[in-house]
C-alpha cells in the first residue's frame, strides 16, 4: 500500500510539474511546432507500448468519427490551447482552473450521460469559483480580471473534459490504449499544417537542454506517469487518489517557487484551499 501511494504521489509531481515545464517551453518554441512536437513523440511512445502489448485494435466505422472528433478536440486543441494560455498565463493559476475539470466533467457527464448532478456537486462548483475568483482577482485589486492566456487555460479544461467523457463511453467498446494511440495520431497529423499556417517554424531552439524538456516530458508526464498511475490505483481506495490527484496546483507553486522563481501569494493558497475544497466535495460519494 505504500509502496503504491509513493508511485501515485510521484505522477501528482510529474503532472504538477508540467505546468513549470510547459511556461519553459513556450519561451523556446512557438506553440504549435511544440504541440506538433510533443504529440509525435507521445505517438510514439504509445506505439511501442501497444506494440509490445499487441493492442492494435481495430475500429469499428461507427466508431471512427468519435475517434477523429476526440483527436481533434480532446488531444490536439487541448494541447495547443495549453501551450497559448502559457505563454501569457501563470503557471499556478493554470493549474488551479484545470484543476476544476471533475466539476465541468460532472455537468457533462449529467448534459450526455444522463447521470445525476447533486445537490453536493452543485455545492462543490460554488466553493470552487470562489477559489477561482480569489485567484483570478489576485493582483487587479478588486476587479475580476480575466486575461487572453488564462481564457485558453479554460478552453484546455473544457476540451479535456470533453476527453475524458468521450474516453470513458468509448472504451466500453475499444480497448483504452487503442483509443488514446488512435487519437493522439490524429491529433499529431491535425497539428502538421497548423505549424506552418499559425506560426513560422524557424524559431526552433537548438539548445540539448531544451530538446531533452521536451521528449522528456512527452514521455514521462503523457507516457510513463499515466501508466504507473493506472498500474497502482487498484492497490487504492478511489476517493483517496482523488484528493492525491487534486495536489497538482500546489505542487505548481513549489515547482514555480523552486524554477521560475515565482513567489507563493496569499491569494493563491487561499484560492487553492477553495477550488480543492470545491473538487473534492462535488467529487466525493456518501458511503
Known amino acids: 500500500m505504500l509502496k503504491a501511494y509513493t508511485w501515485l504521489t510521484f ?35 504509445l506505439s511501442g507500448i501497444a506494440l509490445s502489448k499487441k493492442r492494435f485494435q481495430r475500429v469499428l466505422h461507427s466508431d471512427l468519427l468519435a475517434i477523429i472528433f476526440l483527436g481533434v478536440t480532446g488531444v490536439f486543441l487541448n494541447q495547443w490551447s495549453f501551450f497559448v494560455g502559457l505563454q501569457t498565463a501563470d503557471p499556478t493559476t493554470s493549474a488551479l482552473i484545470l484543476a476544476t475539470t471533475p466539476i465541468f466533467t460532472s455537468i457533462l457527464a449529467a448534459i450526455f450521460l444522463k447521470e445525476k448532478l447533486t445537490i453536493r456537486m452543485l455545492a462543490g462548483s460554488f466553493v470552487a469559483i470562489i477559489g477561482i475568483y480569489f485567484v483570478v482577482v489576485s493582483g487587479h485589486s478588486s476587479s475580476l ?23 470513458r463511453s468509448l472504451s466500453q467498446r475499444i480497448d483504452p490504449i487503442t483509443i488514446t494511440l488512435y487519437s493522439n495520431i490524429v491529433g499529431f497529423i ?22 531533452t524538456l521536451l521528449i522528456g516530458s512527452a514521455v514521462v508526464v503523457h ?14 481506495d478511489a476517493s483517496k487518489a482523488s484528493i492525491l490527484s487534486n495536489l497538482e496546483p500546489f505542487v505548481a507553486m513549489i515547482m514555480g517557487l523552486i524554477l521560475l522563481y515565482k513567489p507563493i501569494t496569499s491569494a493563491e ?10 473538487v473534492i466535495l462535488s467529487t466525493s460519494q456518501r458511503e
Open 11 to 45: 505522477c501528482v509531481v510529474i503532472w504538477g510539474s508540467n505546468f513549470v515545464i510547459g511556461k519553459i517551453l513556450v519561451e523556446d518554441f512557438p506553440p504549435t511546432l511544440l504541440t506538433m512536437l510533443r504529440l509525435f513523440f507521445i505517438v510514439l511512445f
Open 145 to 167: 480580471h480575466m486575461e487572453k492566456g488564462l481564457l485558453w487555460i479554460v478552453v484546455t479544461m473544457i476540451t479535456f473534459a470533453i476527453m475524458i467523457i468521450m474516453t
Open 190 to 211: 491535425v497539428s502538421i499544417p497548423f505549424v506552418f499556417l499559425l506560426k513560422s517554424p524557424l524559431l526552433i531552439s537548438t539548445k540539448v537542454s531544451d530538446w
Open 269 to 278: 493558497i487561499l484560492g487553492s484551499l477553495f477550488i480543492v475544497g470545491g
Open 223 to 236: 507516457g510513463i506517469a499515466t501508466l504507473i498511475w493506472n498500474n497502482n490505483i487498484r492497490y487504492v
